[in-house]
């Protein structure tokens, strides 16, 4: 017995795998139409205060944009190979390769940090606390508002992006995971996959768009 | 599976109401019918509590000044009415409450696809509910259900717990609709293709579309609003260069969509009771079916026509003044198909028949001064009045209250095995009507004249109308009770129910009334479709289950 029961209601495992990744991909499309909302307000505002955002754009660090893009780009290739290996029955792989992702993870959090700290000592806070002296357009002050709510957001699901991992590492280690039944694995890299491609329009918007 | 079947003939399995006693049976449950039955109770009691929040405002506008309450208990009253029944009944009442009950057995499954993520959204339904009821035990929100910025982020009431509450909510709404999704993709028995899903469940599918799409955008706004109420966070706050206006095109672009959330599943509960009825097929299936799709489609496209007097170009205002009424099109095509059926067919004149008709006139009424209020130039006479307050009242109450009504009868033999009084059902409903009639046919009037929504006191000319309204709400709260009683009354002393007492051809009635937990003795097989009137109840139901192998 390894864990995967067919539950009473569907017919086949492969219905029931269906209707695991159809469900997954369904609130895979929420979490979208979610982050859509916020993307859909800057550029609203973008469209109000073009030269502003652009200036606000270019005080953002790019090097650590760029850089904390490419850990998530590898995280997410080293949590796709968890699915290579349940295919290829190396199930022996993924408890490391869910360890390292989450070790990516946790880098990304840390550069995110140091980030946020950089903009808290320059006076860079969100809202109504913005208190920094260069900067005092109204453009910039929504710039930083966004940027806050946006990556602050996005931490969250890369939070709860690892505590997914992690509970999946442990289960990994009890070797639950084979050619034939890794749908819930599959489902949990999707997860982390939105985490990615999230941040992938994170980067242009705060970081790359600066003419 | 096989093996089950001729073990059942043996012992008959109990039905749902009596497989397990005792209260963790219920509250651990993952059968979808126990499910439903819990959040049965639950929403018909917000159902009741918004209602009296309702007769406490109607009671207080009796008079042109202070009756009862003053006016900022008024303004809590009015926010608490519409957060209760938007979110707490209107939002899950139909999904909930009867999807959750027979769209598995509709599809000839024994469950939902994801029993557990369904008890999911029942717990957090009523984590959200418990956060809403403590917001309003800490004084409420005076903002009105929209929570309009900036006045939601600076009011000094209790807005955030009942934000939060609501946010909670949507979680609920999210995970019943994955649910709903993916059951209908996955759990048609063999022999449903799509084409020959009852028509209820088409509209529970489009619904549970629109629910997984519009509602993360309301649970983000939702935030924004509580972190800025909170925390100063205020990404709307002009203060900071913020465009309060972008709040509202964020919450209308879910709450919009809501409007159809509501009344596509009581499209779908009228599309089931018509044709039983009238004991005929559909004027045409597929008009019904895809116009649901077609609405949940354009529904996503009109939320501008709420921000017309907001600030918005000609051109943009005319766009969406037309793409809304598109969804007049849609509705209408429906409202023919309805009508259509009944043409030559075989009418029996029961109580969710009777419901219907009160449906059909007032959603008529609703949906036509819904195009009315689609065109700029009169939506600007008429915005933030009465004529608006009158128009979704129509629709909700008149369209989606009347389909509830009209559900929780028709369904009632199959849900606990028992018939009601159907003299008592006929008047209650009729009362209903007359009821819904005289509360808000006088607010056209009233808007119409310029009384503004949402006002504590009023000009002495308008007292009339306002006693109209106001004695019509009395009547519509006695119906409810009256239509509630009939009903509770029927569950301990109504004669036993057969297992398809209004001869349906739907395939929720194949199973016994009140159905075993797998809903059916044997899985079904369905060469026929839901409508075959043609075929007697008996050759409907031979053609329901596989041919019995063991006498072939």
């Known amino acids: 017995m390894n864990g995967h029961r067919l539950a009473e209601q569907f017919s086949t495992f492969a219905k029931q795998d269906h209707a695991a990744r159809l469900g997954m991909w369904g609130f895979l499309g929420s979490e979208v139409t979610l982050f859509g909302g916020l993307f859909a307000l800057y550029a609203a505002y973008r469209a109000m205060y073009g030269h502003e955002f652009v200036a606000a754009v270019g005080h953002n660090n790019l090097a650590i944009g760029t850089i904390n893009t490419l850990i998530l780009l590898t995280s997410s290739f080293t949590v796709a190979l968890t699915v290579w290996a349940a295919r290829a029955a190396r199930s022996k792989l993924i408890a490391p390769l869910l360890g390292l992702t989450i070790l990516l993870g946790c880098v990304f959090l840390l550069l995110k940090g140091i980030e946020w700290s950089q903009h808290f000592h320059q006076g860079i806070l969100p809202g109504l606390h913005y208190r920094n002296r260069e900067m005092q357009e109204f453009g910039a002050k929504v710039f930083f508002t966004l940027y806050f709510i946006m990556t602050g957001l996005h931490a969250i699901h890369v939070v709860i992006g690892i505590a997914v991992l992690g509970w999946f590492a442990v289960q990994a280690g009890r070797r639950l995971y084979t050619p034939e039944h890794h749908v819930t694995l599959e489902m949990a890299t999707l997860y982390w996959h939105l985490v990615d491609i999230v941040w992938i329009f994170l980067w242009p918007a705060f970081y790359l768009m600066r003419g | 599976m096989s093996a089950a079947a001729p073990a059942a003939q043996n012992s008959p399995a109990p039905d749902y109401l009596h497989d397990g006693s005792g209260i963790a049976s219920w509250l651990l449950t993952r059968d979808h019918k126990r499910i439903a039955i819990m959040f049965y109770v639950l929403i018909v009691t917000f159902l009741f509590l918004g209602g009296i ?31 209760t029944m938007v979110w ?36 957090v339904y009523a ?3 418990i956060v809403v009821l403590a917001g309003m035990v800490a004084g409420g929100a005076d903002t009105g259900w929209t929570f309009y910025v900036p006045y939601s982020a600076e009011t000094k ?5 009942v934000v939060a509450g609501i946010f909670i909510l949507g979680f609920s709404s999210i995970f019943t609709a994955i649910n709903f999704i ?30 997984l799409l519009a509602t993360p955008v309301l649970a983000l706004v939702l935030v924004l609003v509580a972190i800025d109420h909170l925390f100063g966070f205020g990404v709307f706050n002009p203060a900071i260069g913020g465009d309060p206006v972008l709040f509202q095109h964020l919450f209308w672009f879910y709450s919009h969509p809501a409007v159809y959330i509501m009344v596509l599943p009581a499209m779908g509960v009228i599309s089931e009771v018509v044709p039983t009825f009238a004991h005929r097929r559909p004027a045409s299936y597929t008009a019904i079916a895809i116009s649901s799709l077609g609405i949940a489609f354009v529904g996503f496209l009109s939320w501008g026509h709420h921000l017309f007097v907001a600030g918005m170009s000609e051109l943009d205002a005319g766009i969406f003044g037309g793409l809304s009424m598109f969804v007049a099109i849609f509705s209408a095509i429906k409202v023919f198909a309805w009508t259509g059926t009944l043409y030559k067919g075989s009418i029996a004149f029961r109580t969710p028949l009777l419901y219907f008709f009160g449906f059909l006139f007032l959603f008529i009424f609703g949906g036509m001064t819904g195009v009315a209020v689609a065109t700029q130039g009169l939506d ?23 389909a509830f009504l009209a559900a929780a009868h028709y369904w009632f033999p199959k849900m606990f095995g028992r018939m009601y009084s159907e003299r008592v059902g006929l008047l209650a409903s009729a009362a209903v009507f007359i009821g819904f009639f005289f509360t808000f046919f ?19 000319h308008f007292q009339f109308l306002n006693v109209l309204s106001t004695g019509g709400a009395w009547l519509l709260g006695s119906a409810m009770l009256l239509a509630l009683g009939n009903l509770v009354v029927a569950l301990k002393y109504g004669k036993p129910a057969t297992a398809n007492p209004w001869h349906s051809r739907s395939y929720e009635w194949l199973s ?41």
């Open chain 2, 182 to 211: 993916a059951t209908v993709h996955t759990l048609r028995a063999e022999g449903i293709s799509w084409m020959r899903m009852p028509l209820f469940a088409w509209g529970i599918y489009a619904t549970s579309i629109i629910m």
């Open chain 2, 512 to 552: 016994a009334s009140p159905p075993i937990t797998h809903n059916f003795e044997e899985t079904p097989v369905i060469r026929r479709d839901p409508y075959c009137y043609v075929l007697s109840e008996h050759e409907s139901r031979e053609r329901s289950f596989p041919p019995s192998e063991t006498a072939a």
């Open chain 2, 380 to 402: 600007v006479h008429w915005h933030d009045t009465y004529f608006i307050v009158a128009h979704f009242h129509f629709i909700m109450v008149g369209g989606t209250i009347t």
């Open chain 2, 442 to 460: 006088p607010q056209f009037l009233l808007g119409n004249l310029g009384m503004p929504r949402r006002y504590y006191a009023y000009p002495a």
């Open chain 2, 157 to 161: 009431t209790a807005v955030a717990p």
């Open chain 2, 88 to 123: 707490l009944f209107m939002i899950p009442a139909i999904p909930n409450i009867f999807g959750n009950f027979v769209l598995p057995p509709m599809l000839g499954a024994k469950d939902l696809a994801f029993p557990r993520l369904n008890l999911a959204s029942l717990y």
């Open chain 2, 53 to 83: 929040f309702a007769l406490v405002l109607r009671t207080e506008l009796l008079t042109p000044e202070r009756t009862i309450i003053d006016a900022t208990t008024y303004n809590r009253m009015f926010t608490m009415h519409g957060v």
């Open chain 2, 127 to 129: 984590i959200g509910a």
